[in-house]
């Protein structure tokens, strides 16, 4: 092994071990390093590879060490009043918690991030070309097709999954991609108060996919007219029961006939259900 | 079984005994425990349970200067090093019998 080679290494690693003694009192640390630069010469000089390879990484060997030397496991603990060590304990350790568990989510959320890219493109589509139809929700269509529409969504998901497991190789990558999720993200939220607004006409981007069983395919409804005769052919008793969730209905029925044509209704008021889209 | 779940316990009789048979330094120690067919021992677990050993006043330590390299500090069993391990090696004894015997007799009832 080439000298500075493995001076280098043994530095690197017994400031690795080093640091997680940071918290130890002064006495038990030097007791403790006290033989460490010659014990990884010896392990160098022995087995001539990496000292990882024989040792592990320098946080296991420290915590080893610590352990089998019968001093308390590794804390970040605060000087303080025990009730604020203990403060900052739970703090820390749900920090910890959530951070370990959005790791974890992070799958979930690259599958979600090609949903919401599709759905964030049919949005905006929607928006600057009426013509091109509503979002459709919770399948968006594409050029009119669901079938489409799960096609796109599927390679979507596909890609971000792809994107996600491959590390970002430069800086500006990195970046790229932060201000990508936050858009998506912040684009989900803008959905998700959206949705909350029980789809009022005025701020809604989205529209729930008609029910052929309560509108005709093709024509065109204004809000209660088909569902009135269906209410009352209803037996008595499941009639006040029904009656609210029609009550749902023939509103979104009625968001649902003003963003789906909010300017042939004017336009071409007089025109053939087959004709309106 | 895993081995290092076991060493765990025994690991202060190992290196008592290593100790008690010549007076050694960190790493000849490790390799000396090596030697002796456990080979799963992790060096640190080794360092750390010498040094625990002398903090605990069952050993002493000198340091030997040596020609090619650095200084080495040498560990050897004291009065209260030999008592432990004398200790340790009776309550080893005696739970390795009941193991023995324990197992023996499950070996006897298997087909």
């Known amino acids: ?277 | 079984m895993d081995t290092t779940q076991l060493l765990k316990g025994v690991l202060d009789v190992a290196v008592l005994a290593v100790v008690s048979e010549r007076d050694g330094y960190g790493y000849d120690v490790v390799r000396r425990l090596r030697a002796a067919g456990l080979e799963d021992v992790g060096d640190a677990s080794v360092y750390g349970t010498l040094r625990r050993l002398y903090a605990g006043g069952h050993l002493t330590s000198y340091v030997v200067p040596s020609e090619e390299g650095p200084h080495r500090k040498y560990y050897s069993l004291n009065d209260a090093g030999r008592a432990l391990l004398v200790e340790s090696a009776k309550t080893w004894r005696s739970f390795t019998e009941a193991m023995n015997a324990l197992l023996q007799a499950d070996g006897g009832e298997a087909p």
């Open chain 1, 1 to 277: 092994v080439n000298d500075t080679v493995a001076t280098d290494e043994i530095a690197r690693y017994a400031a690795a071990v080093r640091a997680a003694f940071a918290d130890l009192p002064g006495g038990d640390r030097e007791g403790l390093l006290e033989d460490l630069e010659d014990h990884l010469r010896e392990v160098l000089s022995e087995t001539g590879g990496p000292l990882e390879e024989r040792l592990g990484p320098p946080d296991a060997y420290a915590d080893e060490l610590r352990s089998s030397a019968g001093l308390p496991p590794r804390s970040a603990a605060p000087p303080g009043s025990p009730g604020l060590r203990l403060a900052w304990h739970v703090l820390q350790r749900s920090g910890r918690a959530v951070r370990d568990l959005l790791v974890e989510l992070r799958p979930a959320w690259w599958v979600a991030r090609g949903y919401l890219l599709v759905l964030l493109v049919n949005a905006l589509f929607a928006r600057l070309l009426p013509s091109s139809g509503p979002v459709r929700f919770p399948l968006p269509a594409v050029f009119g097709s669901q079938a489409l529409g799960l096609l796109t969504v599927a390679a979507a998901v596909a890609a971000s999954v792809a994107l996600g497991r491959r590390r970002a190789t430069s800086a500006v990558g990195r970046r790229l991609r932060r201000v990508g999720n936050l858009a998506v993200a912040a684009f989900a939220i803008a959905l998700l108060l959206d949705l909350g607004r029980n789809y009022t006409p005025s701020s809604s981007l989205l529209v729930p996919e008609v029910r052929p069983q309560t509108v005709a395919p093709g024509s065109t409804v204004l809000p209660g007219t088909t569902t009135q005769p269906r209410v009352s052919s209803l037996p008595p008793t499941t009639q006040a029961r029904t009656s609210s969730t029609v009550v749902v209905s023939t509103t979104t029925l009625g968001s649902t006939a003003t963003t789906l044509a909010p300017a042939t209704s004017e336009a071409h008021g007089t025109t053939t259900p087959t004709s309106t889209r």
